[in-house]
């Protein structure tokens, strides 16, 4: 059973970063797309970046193309979210979450999105203030 655990979050001035941790127990990560997601205050859950295990493209959502890196340790089962040029816009709880995908090669590798319903494992969450 997969069991996501995130940490790094905290609280930075905004220009500043953080570095987001997902780290991965009892699968391995291969033919798995992992999300980030985030919500603020009085808003809705939004994707933010996705990785797929199997291939390795990303994707990110617009608002923070430029500042955010999602990236993979494969000998740690960690997925990393580096956070850059930090905006008090980006305040939210942040949340990894983990999509198992099976089938042709092609299908395994497809772009990964944001649609909640195809996550079938989440984490805790972890704060991420920016402030100054």
């Known amino acids: 059973h997969l069991q996501l655990v995130e940490s790094g979050g905290g609280l930075v001035q905004p220009g500043g970063s953080l570095r987001l941790s997902c780290a991965a127990s009892?699968?391995?990560?291969?033919?798995?797309?992992i999300g980030w997601f985030r919500q603020a205050p009085g808003k809705e859950r939004e994707g933010v970046s996705c990785l797929v295990t199997s291939g390795g493209s990303t994707n990110y959502i617009d608002s923070v193309k430029g500042r955010f890196t999602i990236s993979r340790d494969n000998a740690k089962d960690t997925v990393y979210l580096q956070m850059n040029s930090l905006k008090p816009e980006d305040t939210a709880v942040y949340y990894c979450?983990?999509?198992?995908?099976?089938?042709?090669?092609?299908?395994?590798?497809?772009?990964?999105?944001?649609?909640?319903?195809?996550?079938?494992?989440w984490g805790q969450g972890i704060q991420v203030t920016v402030s100054s």
């Open positions: 009892g699968v391995n990560l291969d033919y798995y797309v």
């Open positions: 979450a983990a999509e198992r995908r099976s089938g042709t090669m092609p299908t395994v590798q497809a772009m990964c999105m944001f649609l909640e319903r195809e996550y079938d494992y």
